[in-house]
């Protein structure tokens, strides 16, 4: 989630009442959809995205990646939202009618 989140009062104390509880021992990604599963939290997803992981976007160097930080990738990644806002969508939107 590129720690792009926003919680709200009550969702901070879930996640603290379940932390003295249960041990965390998941990455925080995977962590979080447990705590969702669980019904700690719920996690709603915005779209289109506010933020984008700089790392994956092409416009900073993650310190764990291994792909450079370059024009190409800018280039791609943008190609790859092109493709997963407006192409894939026409074909996995199950509301369509034939």
């Known amino acids: 989630m590129a720690a ?3 919680i709200d009062l009550i969702a901070a104390r879930n996640i603290i009442e379940d932390l003295k509880k249960n041990k965390c021992y998941l990455p925080i990604d995977h962590w979080h959809n447990n705590l969702c599963s669980r019904g700690i ?3 709603y997803w915005v779209h289109p995205p506010l933020m984008e992981q700089g ?5 900073t160097y993650g310190t764990m990646s291994t792909k450079m930080n370059t024009s190409w ?3 791609r990644w943008e190609a790859q939202k092109l493709y997963k806002y407006y192409i894939r969508r026409i074909f996995n939107d199950k509301r369509i009618i034939n």
């Open 4 to 6: 792009a989140y926003i």
């Open 41 to 43: 939290i719920s996690i």
């Open 55 to 59: 790392s994956h976007n092409g416009m």
């Open 73 to 75: 990738r800018r280039i």
